[in-house]
Every structure is written in C-alpha cells, then in structure tokens.
C-alpha cells in the first residue's frame, strides 16, 4: 500500500446563468492539487498550505479539506488514521471558479485512493458538501458534484440528495475570464432576492428546461438562448466591472452565451470552438485592462474526468 498520494481537483462553473444552485460544470484548468500521506501519528494535519497569499488556516478544525476528509473517516470506520495534507493552490480564492470545492475534491479524492477504500466516489459527495458548509454557510453542490463526478451535473433534489449527470454536444468550449476584483461569497449571496414574481420563476423554469434539453439534443442555439437569468444575474452582475460591456464583446464575437461563473466576479462563454473561446477570452482582458483591472484567463473544453491522481 502507499504512503502517498498526489492529486488534482478542477475547478468548476456553478449555476450555468439560470441554473441556480442545480447546475454546473467541470473544467480542466485551473484547479488545485493535493499531497496525502499517512503518518504514524493519529489525526489529521495540515503541514503546508501554498498559493494562497496565507488567507487558509492550517487548523484542520477550521480547513475545509480536513474536516470534510475528517466526516469521511468517521464514515469508513477509520478516525484514528494518520493524515498529512499539503494544499496546493492553482487557482484563485475568491473567483466564483468552485476553489474551496476544488480544494475539498482533491483532499477526499486522496483520502479515498491513499486508504484503498472501494467506496464509490459519488458516496463522497456529503462530506464534500460539509467543506462547502464550512467555506460560504451554504452546503450546495453544484460545484463540488461536477468537481467529484466530472462533466456536467444537475442536482434535482437537496432532500434528498439526487444528483444527475447530464450529457452535452462534443466540441463545446469554455471561456473562463477572472476579474481580479473581490466578490466574496457569502456577500454575494446575501444580495439575493427572497421573494420573485411568478412570471419570473415561470420564465426561469423555461429556460432550465430549455438549457437541460439541449444538452440532450446537443442542440447548441437551444442552449445559447435558454442560458438567460431574471432572478440573480440582475443582482449579482452589478458587482462585476463592465459586465453588460463584456456579454456584449462575448456575443458579438461568436458566444453561444454569456454569464456569471458561480458567485463571481469570473464570467464564461460557452463556445463552438478552442479558437472562438481564445479570441473572446483575449477581448473581454483586454476589455478589463482598458479600466485598468488585471484578469486571468482559460479556455477549456467540459471535464468529464473529474479529479485524478498524479502521482
């Protein structure tokens, strides 16, 4: 058996415009990595944290990869192990990108391999949400599911929890853009309407349907036009520089749609192409550069891997 383990979670679009909470996807960049080894002492331990500018507790009481890793022992039968964890952060805190959940994948991932448990991963989607809890106040799984299972994931019921993996067309691209400005989670949704006009919901529940079925019909303009949001975008795109401006770039320049990653403040398109998404990746920097605020970039087709071991 050994006594190490390497291993990468990717990072994840949640919501998918109007999606809310019960979609989202995986990507193959950017994403974190995660060094396990078992240790002759009892308990978890965090040893080393990098990427993350010291923003990330070493207390494993406090990190959401070793409490979720803690729940998952508990579960096996197995809370006396001896866990050494090195977080290695490849992505942004803070992107609206899934990075706690990237972070949480990658840590029971490792947990799962490293022990030869034969527990399916899907089972390790509670614990998964534990670290969600943890992270923003709010267990949801439309980040770490998609992380956990690869692909595009629907989650149809919270309670209880049944989670769907969802086909798509070959060949669809993402263009992920990161603002490099602050919009923190829980701020995020806490500016959230409580109430919404029946229109509204009906309107939202049209495009659902609309999106889900054309990732079955592999029916790309279906998907471009059900991909609208009259319940969160409203709000939370006023915390995101130049939005309207960047959807406009994005559709003018072959988009099949534009909105919000998760929370925010990234933005994506879904694309035809690797060249369409690197070319309106490029414009909407460039865009953000113009007002002088700094970005990162991605283009990555949707992960149907999922995490994976590296070494």
């Known amino acids: 058996m050994k006594d ?16 809310f ?5 995986a990507v193959n960049e950017p994403g974190d990595e995660v060094i396990m080894r078992i240790t002759d002492k009892s308990g978890i331990h965090i040893s080393k944290i ?47 990108l899934g990075s706690s959940s990237a972070s949480t994948v990658a840590g029971l991932f490792a947990a799962k391999n490293l022990l030869n448990d034969m527990t399916d991963v899907a089972e390790l989607l509670p614990f998964a949400r534990k670290g969600e809890e943890m992270a923003c106040g709010h267990g949801h799984a439309d980040n770490v599911a998609p992380a956990l299972l690869g692909g595009f994931v ?36 806490q500016i959230i309407r409580t109430k919404i006009l029946m229109k509204d919901a009906v309107t939202q529940w049209g495009n659902i349907a609309g999106l889900v079925s054309g990732l079955f019909l592999n029916d790309l303009d279906l998907i471009g036009r059900s991909m609208q949001d009259v319940l969160v975008e409203p709000v939370r ?19 099949i749609s534009f909105g919000i990653s998760g929370s925010g403040p ?3 398109s879904f694309t035809r192409d690797e060249e369409t998404a690197k070319q309106i990746a490029q414009k909407l920097q460039q865009q953000l550069a113009s007002i002088q605020i700094n970005s990162n970039a991605y283009v990555s087709p949707i992960n149907d891997e999922g995490p994976k071991i590296l070494g």
């Not at 190490?4 to 415009?17: D, G, L, R």
């Not at 009481?61 to 998952?72: A, F, L, M, P, R």
């Not at 866990?83 to 609206?96: A, C, N, R, V, Y």
């Not at 006023?238 to 309207?244: G, S, T």
């Open 237 to 255: 795109s006023m915390l995101i520089p130049d939005f309207y401006e960047m959807r406009q770039i994005a559709m003018e320049s072959g988009a």
């Open 154 to 189: 629907l989650i149809r019921s919270y309670e209880p929890l049944d989670v769907i993996k969802l086909p798509h067309p070959a060949g669809l691209y993402c263009a992920i853009v990161f603002p490099d400005v602050d919009v923190p989670t829980r701020e995020a949704r």
């Open 50 to 96: 990098t990427g993350d500018n010291g923003r990330l507790p070493l207390d494993p009481k406090k990190n959401t990869v070793s409490v979720s890793v803690e729940h998952y022992l508990n579960y096996i039968g197995r809370p006396d192990v001896g866990l050494d964890i090195e977080l290695h952060k490849k992505m942004p805190i803070g992107s609206g």
């Open 4 to 19: 190490s383990i390497k291993v990468f979670a990717p990072a994840t679009v949640a919501n998918v415009v109007c999606g």
């Open 266 to 268: 990234s933005v994506f």
């Open 21 to 25: 909470d019960v979609l989202g996807f």
